[in-house]
């Protein structure tokens, strides 16, 4: 006969960290870090490939008013990024393991 054993919570991840997996070893987050490693990149490209998008829904439906929206939420859409990669790149320098 097995004998099944309950534990809690707290025993069953006592000595566990939050920032190590079930082996003992650190957690790697390679999206984020792939993303720090390209931070300049990132923005850009978000931005260009709104704009585009924008771009090519205005000449399919031949609406060319779509063009300068297309440049105002491309500027919107890079300044959001590069504020979401300042804020990773902050939580990436406190929190995660060197």
Request: aromatic share 8%.
């Amino acid at each position: 006969m097995q004998k099944i054993v309950v534990l809690s919570i707290k025993q069953a991840f006592d000595g566990v960290s939050a920032m190590e997996d079930i082996g003992g070893q650190p957690v790697q987050y390679p999206t984020l870090l792939a993303i720090l490693k390209h931070r300049k990149e990132v923005p850009v490209l978000g931005a260009a490939l709104v704009v585009l998008s924008i771009c090519w829904c205005g000449f399919r439906l031949d609406m060319t008013d779509l063009y300068a929206l297309a440049v105002i939420i491309g500027l919107c859409v890079y300044f959001v990024l590069k504020a979401g990669i300042e804020v990773i790149d902050l939580i990436a320098e406190t929190l995660m393991p060197r």
